[in-house]
Antibody, heavy 119, light 109 residues
Framework: EVQLVESGGGLVQPGGSLRLSCAASGFTFSRHWMHWVRQAPGKGLVWVSR????????TYADSVKGRFTISRDNAKNTVYLQMNSLRDEDMAVYYC????????????WGQGTLVTVSS | QTVVTQEPSLTVSPGGTVTLTCASSTGAVISGYYPNWFLQKPGQAPRALIYGTSNKHSWTPARFSGSLLGGKAALTLSGVQPEDEADYYC?????????FGTGTRVTVV
């Protein structure tokens, strides 16, 4: 059974940093791209970042470029999102999601971790 | 910045049919944008329904189908069930940058 479990969310002050983790199990992690997607309270889904299977290629939404860094450790079956210079508008539930085997596919999702940005 | 637009809300009767659409500010939606569709119920994580325009995941109920329709990606629900009441999102991939649609709330009454 595919499982994605996010952790690392919490309360952080504006300008602060946080690192999210997503532990994967139930599939060959090193064969799949991974994504981070966020959802502000009461709002829609917003794609944040993705990383290819070996970690050599990453892309970011313009809203987080230069502040967030996605990375992965295939030995630990974990993908990370380092978030720096956090702003009020970064407050959201952050989901990790698996890229499927077909091009452009996103299939399995974690349950999300809440990031609250407040002074 | 590319914007992907969906109907804000749609209402359908149980057993009825409803079509949701997904439009791009760049022009016609093409198969090369690899349209995905997701369903999200309150308090839950999104769940994938459709990928690559019209392909179903192994868990996707047969009543859900995807297509390209009039320059947009479309998701059709046939024989709607009460449990289909949810928010639906499309996802388009613009040359390596995925963008979610604005979402459609489907109400079953």
């Amino acid at each position: 059974e595919v499982q994605l479990v996010e952790s690392g969310g919490g309360l952080v002050q504006p300008g602060g940093s946080l690192r999210l983790s997503c532990a994967a199990s139930g599939f060959t992690f090193s064969r799949h791209w991974m994504h981070w997607v966020r959802q502000a309270p009461g709002k829609g889904l917003v794609w944040v970042s993705r990383i290819n299977s070996d970690g050599s290629y990453t892309t970011y939404a313009d809203s987080v470029k230069g502040r967030f860094t996605i990375s992965r450790d295939n030995a630990k079956n974990t993908v990370y999102l380092q978030m720096n210079s956090l702003r009020d508008e970064d407050m959201a539930v952050y989901y990790c999601a698996r890229g499927g085997t077909a091009t452009g596919t996103v299939d399995y999702w974690g349950q999300g971790t809440l990031v609250t940005v407040s002074s | 910045q590319t914007v992907v637009t969906q109907e804000p809300s749609l209402t359908v009767s149980p057993g009825g049919t409803v079509t949701l659409t997904c439009a791009s500010s760049t022009g016609a939606v093409i198969s090369g944008y690899y349209p995905n569709w997701f369903l999200q119920k309150p308090g839950q994580a999104p769940r994938a329904l459709i990928y690559g325009t019209s392909n179903k995941h192994s868990w996707t109920p047969a009543r859900f189908s995807g297509s390209l329709l009039g320059g947009k990606a479309a998701l059709t629900l046939s024989g709607v069930q009460p449990e289909d009441e949810a928010d639906y999102y499309c996802l388009l991939d613009f040359d390596g940058i995925p963008v979610f649609g604005t979402g459609t709330r489907v109400t079953v009454v």
